[in-house]
């Protein structure tokens, strides 16, 4: 056994050293760790720096408070979301199959990122102005949306080409959302998830032929 590791059983109350950058990530990452078993509201500041093993000042360099650490995982959420959802509308040429890839991605991101998923769209972190970054950045999810659809319907003007794109997203995660509190596997005499999942895709396909 090493030296470093007998004395961090001897003194296991000692405070971790992080680099600035470490830090932040360290906060984020213990985030998620409570949102996998807990909700948000139990989540505290305090919570996190007992968590991360750092004095309770230590977070407020990195984060104004909890809904900023939140923000963070918002944010970092769209941009997965944006690089795996744009990759595989980019490899498809076809608007209308793209649109279709594009619904499967966004069901299969939901799954593989619950916790990020239940912050992107958070109603706390609706402040503009106070979180400009995270909004800049699901701005760019929205756009993406747009320019698919733009594609399909060549002489709609932006304001049609919105509201479409905000019709489809109101589909696609109020299934997703569904899917991941559990509802759709707790009423009785539904299809198998995966056929929901494939009628929810042919709907969205539908919407814009």
């Known amino acids: 056994m090493s030296d470093v590791r007998r004395a961090r059983l001897a003194n296991p109350q000692k405070k971790k050293s992080y680099h600035h950058d470490d830090l932040r990530r360290a906060i984020l990452d213990a985030a998620l760790v409570h949102l996998r078993k807990s909700d948000v509201t139990s989540l505290s500041m ?10 309770t000042g230590a977070p407020y360099h990195h984060f ?3 809904l900023d650490v939140l923000a963070g ?8 979301w944006l690089t795996e959802v744009g990759a595989v509308v980019g ?3 076809d608007p209308h199959e793209a649109l279709a890839e594009l619904a499967r991605a966004w069901l299969a991101f939901a799954v593989r990122h619950p916790e990020h998923y239940r912050l992107m769209f958070l109603p706390e972190l609706g402040d503009r102005r106070r979180f400009a ?3 800049e950045t699901s701005g760019r999810s929205l756009a993406l949306l747009v320019a698919l659809l733009g594609r399909l319907c060549e002489r709609a003007p932006v ?3 919105l509201a479409r794109a905000v019709s ?3 589909t696609v995660h109020g299934f997703a959302s569904l899917r991941n509190a559990g509802v759709l596997t707790n009423i009785p005499g539904l299809p198998a998830i995966h056929a929901l999942e494939e009628r929810l895709v042919a709907q969205v396909r539908a919407s814009v032929l």
Do not use: T
């Not at 305090?46 to 004095?55: D, I, K, M, P, Y």
């Not at 995982?73 to 997965?80: Q, V």
């Open 168 to 170: 489809l997203w109101s």
């Open 64 to 66: 104004a408070d909890k």
């Open 159 to 161: 304001e049609e080409l």
């Open 46 to 55: 305090l919570r996190l720096a007992r968590a991360v093993g750092v004095s």
């Open 91 to 93: 490899r498809v040429a």
């Open 133 to 135: 970054s995270l909004h």
């Open 73 to 80: 995982l918002a944010e970092e959420g769209f941009s997965l």
